[in-house]
Nanobody, 125 residues
Framework: QVQLVESGGGSVQAGGSLRLSCVVSGYTYRPYCMGWFRQAPGKEREGVAAIYTGGGITDYADSVKGRFTISQDNAKNTLYLQMNSLRPEDTAMYFC??????????????????WGQGTQVTVSS
């Protein structure tokens, strides 16, 4: 079975940094797309960043451009999200996702097939 396990969340002060990791296992073929989503209490789940694993093309939500960087290490089956200049509004549960449905990787949750359990990020002012 495909499994995604996130790590690296925690509590930081505004302006700080965190790096999230997602280890993927149990797949036969590498997913076309991998992405990061987040959900805060009372809000809808939103896409944060996505990457086409075959070529490294990335896509970011406007709210995180210039602050967050998505990357991959295919040899280690690991996805990363480097988060800098964190703001209180970044506070949310962050989820890793993998998809085999499309090759134009974006922020729609319907493009992804498997999800991790999430890791909490809390940013204090």
């Amino acid at each position: 079975q495909v499994q995604l396990v996130e790590s690296g969340g925690g509590s930081v002060q505004a302006g700080g940094s965190l790096r999230l990791s997602c280890v993927v296992s149990g797949y036969t073929y590498r997913p076309y797309c991998m992405g990061w989503f987040r959900q805060a209490p009372g809000k809808e789940r939103e896409g944060v960043a996505a990457i086409y694993t075959g070529g490294g093309i990335t896509d970011y939500a406007d709210s995180v451009k210039g602050r967050f960087t998505i990357s991959q290490d295919n040899a280690k089956n690991t996805l990363y999200l480097q988060m800098n200049s964190l703001r209180p509004e970044d506070t949310a549960m962050y989820f890793c996702a993998a998809g085999w449905r499309v090759r134009r990787c974006g922020q729609s949750q319907y493009d992804y097939n498997h999800w991790g359990q999430g890791t909490q990020v809390t940013v204090s002012s």
